[in-house]
């Protein structure tokens, strides 16, 4: 289910009969047709148990289920929107950084911890990030939120990207990521700043970065 981008703060989509998408609640803007808006209480496609990974990191982002027939536009905040399209990945992207995605695609959560070890546990810890990530996986499109509008770089096996974690957004394909610092912890007391801190993506695939430093 493509979403047409109307500008670069609103998304359209088509629904049709027998499709599903799920939407972050008070997304919808407005909407032609036979549509009906229902609350997602299972938290989409990774039914309870993804739901209860994403109570237990804080990011039980509300959602509802849209279906029926017709076109719905989306937009929440003002944010800036970006439209991913997954050929069969898998996107990571935090819960409340979701706008709206394809009912087709499977969701679930992921326990951050388990790519860094402690460090993965540090990187929730410090920049405010969940130590528990929504995964979508599968043939569909995902529409995210940023401040600023959001840039697309390409993470190589020869080339890793490192990214300031608060103006991280999203990233799919096979990538470790770990949180890094050339700092010593006696420098980092006292600091408020993302900065001190780093997110090494390394493997193959692509990492989305907004432009600023700003949490939805």
Excluded: C
Aim: glycine residues 16%.
């Amino acid at each position: 289910m493509p979403f047409r981008e109307i500008n670069s703060r609103m998304v359209e989509a088509q629904v049709q009969p027998g499709q599903k998408m799920h939407s972050q609640r008070g997304a919808m803007l407005a909407y032609k047709g036979d549509v009906s808006f229902t609350p997602n209480i299972q938290g989409g496609q990774g039914g309870v148990m993804s739901m209860i990974g994403r109570r237990v990191a804080n990011e039980a982002t509300p959602l509802m289920t849209v279906e029926g027939s017709g076109t719905v536009m989306f937009g929440h905040g003002g944010h800036h929107i970006q439209v991913i399209n997954l050929a069969g990945d898998t996107l990571y992207v935090e819960a409340d950084r979701l706008l709206a995605f394809d009912g087709a695609l499977q969701q679930g959560t992921m326990f951050m911890g388990s790519q860094g070890g402690v460090m993965g546990m540090v990187r929730g810890q410090v920049t405010g990030q969940g130590l528990f990530t929504t995964t979508l996986k599968g043939h569909g499109a995902v529409a995210v939120m940023a401040h600023g509008g959001v840039i697309e770089l390409p993470i190589t096996p020869q080339r890793p990207v490192h990214v300031d974690p608060q103006a991280y957004v999203a990233h799919h394909g096979d990538v470790r990521n770990k949180l890094s610092t050339a700092l010593g912890w006696r420098d980092m007391v006292g600091r408020g700043s993302g900065e001190a801190f780093q997110l090494e993506l390394s493997g193959q695939g692509a990492v989305y970065v907004q432009a600023s430093e700003e949490k939805l």
